[in-house]
């Protein structure tokens, strides 16, 4: 499984944009990449997959360079319950044997009011 | 869906007893992972199943740590005899294969002190 490295911590104010890069300079051809959000006290929760450009949902923006060597997750306009634990994941998409998430040490977000 | 459901929720217990944590996955998903996290060492994968059967273990710190999975809606991850090493929260995640990564959905967890 590809490695990943992302900040240890990120401070950011309500409204703002926040984004958080990770670098997989060794992912693989069949890899994706998934990014996981934690609050306190719960499981992690899914938030947004990508593979290469851009994809958007409700909650994110995922952006993929060409090299795919590293992603940017964009957080439009943040509250202070997006405060949370941001997990990069790289691994196989789709149908894959031994498909299992390894978590990294993840980029923990503090909103300030 | 009432999601990956866990219990109990919290579990204090004395040095040397017996700890089983349970699981009930999401109805329809294959694969169910336990995993644990600490503040030192993050989130770790003990073990995880694939249509019932054990995949990879690897992540099993020791003997005293056993899984099972004997039907698709249940799980147990056992602890015998527990240490105080051994507190952390555990969680446990069900998914569809076929969905690779996109459809991990994890439960509250079920945090375990060891006294």
């Known amino acids: 499984l590809a490695k990943t490295t992302q900040p240890i911590s990120m401070d950011s104010y309500e409204g703002q944009e926040v984004n958080i890069t990770c670098s997989h300079n060794?992912?693989?051809?069949?890899?994706?990449i998934t990014w996981y959000q934690q609050f306190p006290s719960q499981g992690p929760r899914f938030i947004i997959q990508g593979y290469k450009t851009k994809v958007t949902n409700e909650v994110a923006s995922l952006f993929i360079p060409a090299d795919r060597k590293s992603s940017t997750l964009s957080l439009p306009r943040v509250s202070l319950s997006d405060t949370a634990v941001y997990y990069c994941l790289v691994g196989p998409g789709g149908k894959a044997a031994g498909n299992k998430l390894t978590f990294g040490g993840g980029t923990r977000v503090l909103v300030k009011p | 869906d009432a999601g990956v459901i866990q219990s109990p929720r919290h579990e204090v217990t004395e040095m040397g007893q017996e700890v089983t944590l349970r699981c009930k996955p999401i109805s329809g998903h294959n694969s169910l992972f336990w995993y644990r996290q600490t503040m030192m060492r993050g989130l770790e994968l003990l073990i995880y199943f694939n249509n019932n059967v054990p995949i990879d273990d690897s992540g099993m710190p020791e003997d005293r740590f056993s899984a099972k999975m004997p039907n698709a809606s249940f799980s147990t991850l056992k602890i015998q005899p527990s240490e105080p090493r051994d507190s952390a929260v555990y969680f446990c995640?069900?998914?569809?294969?076929?969905?690779?990564?996109?459809?991990?959905?994890f439960g509250s967890g079920t945090r375990l002190t060891v006294v």
């Open positions: 060794n992912i693989a051809t069949n890899d994706y």
């Open positions: 995640a069900s998914s569809l294969e076929h969905r690779g990564n996109y459809g991990y959905t």
